[in-house]
């Protein structure tokens, strides 16, 4: 006992801190194998190969593969204990996966046919390789990241970075030959990209005709990353998997998901992730049930165009496979449930997901009392207030915006864009295009037929945008909420802002106020060094294409495709702004000022 001792207190003090720097080493030699890995597999994909590169690919997977081999291995035999505590127990089991690679490598084949033939060239094939790969490479990349979090980076900064890497991550695939069918430039690929990514729906391009089913499932992949947020898949593969990120970490990404506590992290995470998914789901189901057998598609095409379209959807990105968005002729007639479906799951995508996490509190305790009630308790405590502050506001707005929306449309376009449709077809596509606004891009109707007057109603309907937290973009329904009840609030001669016995705080009426303003700031500059880059584009085009942008929904009066390039890039930073969020971007560029412990003299400014 004493032997073992002396060598345990020998290997902590002089090897055990070489071992760790060995093993950061190793993590370093990982994280890039990792890369090359995703860029090998882009590769494969993305160009058409010959025997020798696909053979030269297949040496470099089996590197990839030996190297993760002697990452896990080293890790037990030298770091058995921090390990242990490290790795989740899905961790343990995809170390476990790995090592069934090993299998066909120390046994020979099984001469008889049968179940153990079949999981042995299982277990040899490519695709269980390189799936176990990928998936380890995400992983392994993910730590990374947050681990980078450590390191006491603005949460602002890093949140810009990790939605500019995506976008130049997707342009270059948008790129690769087998994406598109002709080709695309690298102002289109970025620009679509961007408007991926932001969930915009601006595109230069006719996407139908220009890009391939892969550079479909790209744009698609873009879309559902940018939607639930880059930081939101990260933080749940690293918590998920690896569960071993320090308490500034686990801080940043509660303020980035809005989570009320450390501890219910992750099931935020898994809230977020899973309301997605089961929504997503929900619509691909609705929607192939109203198109099945009325597009001429085959199985596989209805499939497919009902999944692009429920994320799409969802993620208030308002990109179409149809030419002609959403006014195709071959939906405008028969295909009101259609319609109802995609708005239904614009708005879900667009309250924001803290009113999701309220719901479901509050499903959760009417089934908890329904429950008692079965059993017989009945003294079950009684509570008053299910709805949180954010969730009576947000739905509140959202019910007053698309009610204004879709009563205005129906008024000014009955007898013109809506002529010669039956009522139901009216009405319905008057609150089709209400809930697009805020902020889908999905149009039933050529825009640039409406009237004046509704075209001042969209633009007002897509600067306000949706919840905060969500999908949607514009200056979010709360912060116009707040300015409003602060304006009411001034003009009563009151000092505290207040709604449903409820004060609202100094700090979200400032935050909303600027949030406001910085729209302002931002808009008008871009509207008019537009204006010079497009001279002879009307001001109606440019104001609709900037606000559009700005507030990330993709609706044009059919400019987006004639911009010059430089056009293009400055309503791809438009794009970029809105959807990182303006307050969000300055707060990573400005040096923010700690706060003093004494106060300046008070005065006061003539306001009017």
Known sequence: MKLYNEFFLYYNKLLKPYVRIFLGLIEAIVYLSSILLIVGVIYEHGFVLSFNDVA???????????????????????EYGDTKKKYRRLTW?????????????????????????????????????????????????????????????????????????IILIGTGLLMLPRCTVNGLSWVDSLFTATSAVCVTGLVPVDISTTFTPIGLSVILLLIQVGGLGVMTFTSFFALFFMGNTSIYNQLVMRDMVSSNSLNSLLSTLLYILGFSLIIEFGGMVFIWLNIHGTLGMNLQSELGFSVFHSISAFCNAGFSTLSGNLSNPILMKGHNAFYLTMS???????????????????????????????????????????????????????FLLLFIGTVGFAVFEWNRSFAGMPVVDKLTHAFFNAVCPRTAGFNSID?????????????????????AQSTAGGVKVNA?????????????????????GRRISNDSIRRSNATVAMSLCVLFPAIFILSILQPN???????????????????SLNLTPALCDKSKLLITLLMFVGRVGMITLMLGIVKQKKNTKYNFPSDSIIIN
């Open 93 to 165: 089991i995809l170390n476990f996966l790995l090592c069934f690679t090993l299998i066909p490598v120390i046994f020979h084949r099984p001469e008889q046919s049968g179940a153990v033939l079949s999981f042995w060239l299982f277990l040899q094939g490519k695709f269980y390789h390189l799936t176990l790969l990928l998936i380890f490479s995400f992983l392994n990349l993910s730590n990374g990241i947050v681990r980078l979090l450590g390191r006491r980076t603005n949460p602002s900064l890093i949140l810009a970075i990790s939605f500019l890497c």
């Open 480 to 500: 116009f909420a707040a300015v409003i009840l602060n304006l009411y609030a001034v003009l009563r001669g009151t000092n505290r802002v207040e709604i449903f």
């Open 344 to 398: 239904i799951l614009i708005i879900l995508g667009g309250i924001g997901f803290p009113i999701l996490m309220n719901f479901k509190g509050i499903v959760a305790y009417y089934l908890q009392r329904f429950w008692a009630f079965l059993r017989g308790h009945h003294d079950m405590h009684r509570y008053h207030h299910l709805y949180n502050l954010n969730t009576k506001i947000v739905l509140i707005m959202t």
């Open 537 to 555: 584009v009307s001001l109606k085009a440019l104001t609709f294409e900037c606000v559009s942008a700005l507030s990330t929904v993709g609706a």
């Open 447 to 467: 825009l640039s037929a409406l009237s004046v007057q509704s075209i001042l109603l969209y633009i007002m309907l897509m600067w306000i945008g949706g919840g």
């Open 56 to 78: 030269k690919l297949h040496v470099i997977y089996k590197i990839v593969w030996i190297i993760f081999l002697i990452d896990m291995f080293l890790h037990i035999v030298l």
